[in-house]
């Protein structure tokens, strides 16, 4: 992989993704905000594997993951008017279905190209496969951090403006009620991340990303969480009961036992 290829390659995503917006502002709303997030996604990445010192050789391939990571949400929109995975597919695998229908990496190598789909069909998965080599392993994480920090970049942005700009299909259809499962928190209390099929309530969501602490790979990322202060911003958006305090601590400790 070369920089002008992963730049043919951004060409080529800009002009997927455009084939997916209409005249409504409202259905391309979403689209918008993963097309967004794919950008920031890629600088994730990059920023993460600069401090890791990793070539820039591995910070292209990691960009091309990120680039791709999240190419059948765009699809996934389309067909079932959701982003839950739970409710129409995995949309990793739907992603690389549609990689492999466009031929979006014939001019990889073969390492190369396993590479990239390993990384794209588990960026989303509970766990990571076992019996994986290290290497393949490296990218995974790298790609999983990546988009956590920027979903939850997102997710805020998306909360401090919900009242002006509301969407049932980002927030997965889940009802705002001001209660937290208690399966959920005792998850944080725990040490484990939360699953998206336990999740009952808005809330549960807002929970769900503060547990995603127990999924961090790499100190760069812990100190991004730290930096922009996502805990703490997620935290405002919760209800105040001593339960829910102890839960957040409980995750803010975590962060900050890597730094
Ligand atoms: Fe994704």
Known sequence: MT???LNDLKTWFAGYVSNFYSDDPDYNHPIRLKQEHTIRVCQNTVLIG???GISDQDIILAETMALFHDIGRFKQYEIYNTFNDFISENHAR???RQMAVHGVLSECTAPEKRLIARAIAYHNAA??????????LFFMRLVRDADKLDI????IDYYYERKNNHSAVVELGLPD??????????SLHQHRFVRTRDLKT???FKLLQISWVYDLNFVPSFQIVQNRKYIE????MLPQSKQIKEAVKIARDHVNSFL
């Open 3 to 5: 920089r002008d290829k």
């Open 50 to 52: 600069k401090e890791l």
């Open 94 to 96: 739907l992603g690389l």
């Open 127 to 136: 766990t990571l496969p076992e019996n994986e080599d290290d290497n393949t």
């Open 152 to 155: 939850w970049e997102l997710f």
């Open 177 to 186: 009620d001001p209660i937290c499962s208690q399966r959920v928190v005792e």
């Open 202 to 204: 808005l809330n549960d």
């Open 233 to 236: 911003k997620l935290e405002k």
